[in-house]
């Protein structure tokens, strides 16, 4: 939950929500909601929605793994970029026998998969 700018006043909002099987798992997907700066924003927040917006960064999507190649992540981004929110998705997995292909086909499936609704694009 956070709050969120409308027009001139903000609203209490829901904006992610982090699935795991077990809480102590550290396989997870994330779906964090990022509502579009507004024009008093910080640099921060600004530099984050265009790498957002771009797929830039941290946002390609591009599986990432520890040295030791027992966890592998990914970021990507869902949502219509002309819409007021965009959406982060992290998928992070634990699992030593994963090879990086695998990591991008359930990249592809999770990211696909995502259907949002018609309010909150």
């Known amino acids: 939950m956070a709050f969120v700018p409308k027009g001139e006043t903000l609203n209490w909002e829901p904006l992610g929500v982090t699935v795991k099987e077990k809480s102590e798992d550290t396989s997870f997907v994330q779906v964090l909601g990022q509502p579009r700066p507004g ?35 990914t970021r990507g981004v869902v949502g219509d970029p002309k819409a007021d929110r965009l959406f982060e998705v992290v998928m992070s997995l634990k699992e030593k026998s994963l090879l990086p292909r695998q990591v991008v086909e359930r990249r592809d499936q999770l990211l696909t998969g995502i259907k949002l609704a018609a309010g909150s694009r």
Not at 59 to 67: A, I, K, M
């Open 39 to 73: 024009s008093g924003a910080g640099t921060k927040l600004n530099e984050r929605w265009t790498k957002l917006l771009t797929k830039e960064g941290e946002y390609t999507g591009d599986p990432r793994h520890t040295t030791q190649f027992d966890q592998f992540w």
